[in-house]
T-cell receptor, first 112, second 111 residues
Framework: KAGVTQTPRYLIKTRGQQVTLSCSPI?????VSWYQQTPGQGLQFLFE???????NKGNFPGRFSGRQFSNSRSEMNVSTLELGDSALYLC???????????FGPGTRLTVL | EDQVTQSPEALRLQEGESSSLNCSYT??????LFWYRQDPGKGPEFLFT???AGEEKEKERLKATLTKKESFLHITAPKPEDSATYLC????????????FGTGTRLTIIP
């Protein structure tokens, strides 16, 4: 079974721009979660979607948003990028909302 | 609020030298405790899920155990390929049930 895929793998943007990251979960998984990982803060929870509905949201500003489609694929968007948004963005999928999560390889975002 | 503390932050071992990593947690009703391994620049790789105190799980040179307040990841006779950051996370039965991660233990196995 194919794992979680994330595109693009690497991205370079400048301050003020916006970015959209994509995540395709493991086939049959209905829950997708997003995390931001930085050296100083570790893994920080962004949001979780289950069956196209946002189930949970972390403590991030409104510039961070996401959505899930009917095929369980998910996208997250960051508007008005800041230097501090540079991080590894990880997507994880699970069969149900509270099951074990399986992570993708991540998207490395660099904001200049 | 759920909290996870991992120790030590970093650990260097000689090849074959067994040791344990600690994960202390505070949660309002534990739904599950999860261990992951992460290599530099990659996504975390799932290792174990533990649900109740007294539970143990093994995989190759790794063994995870769980008490009511902490979990241990025991590494027996490690090899250089076991070098990675090991992450612990908990999910609560209450509140928004999100996963809360510790900051990890960076393990280095010296040949």
């Amino acid at each position: 079974k194919a794992g979680v895929t994330q595109t693009p793998r690497y991205l370079i943007k400048t301050r003020g721009q916006q970015v959209t990251l994509s995540c395709s979960p493991i086939s049959g998984h209905r829950s997708v979660s997003w995390y931001q990982q930085t050296p100083g803060q570790g893994l920080q929870f962004l949001f979780e979607y289950f069956s196209e509905t946002q189930r949970n949201k972390g403590n991030f500003p409104g510039r961070f948003s996401g959505r899930q489609f009917s095929n369980s694929r998910s996208e997250m968007n960051v508007s008005t990028l800041e230097l501090g948004d540079s991080a590894l963005y990880l997507c994880a999928s699970s069969p149900g909302a509270t099951d074990t999560q399986y992570f993708g390889p991540g998207t490395r975002l660099t904001v200049l | 609020e759920d909290q996870v503390t991992q120790s030590p932050e970093a650990l260097r071992l000689q090849e074959g030298e067994s040791s344990s990593l600690n994960c202390s947690y505070t949660v309002s009703g534990l739904r599950g405790l999860f261990w992951y391994r992460q290599d530099p620049g990659k996504g975390p790789e799932f290792l174990f899920t533990l649900y109740s105190a007294g539970e143990e799980k093994e995989k190759e040179r790794l063994k995870a155990t769980l008490t009511k307040k902490e979990s241990f990841l025991h590494i027996t006779a490690p090899k250089p390929e076991d070098s990675a950051t090991y992450l612990c996370a908990v999910r609560s039965n209450f509140g928004n049930e999100k996963l809360t991660f510790g900051t990890g233990t960076r393990l280095t196995i010296i040949p």
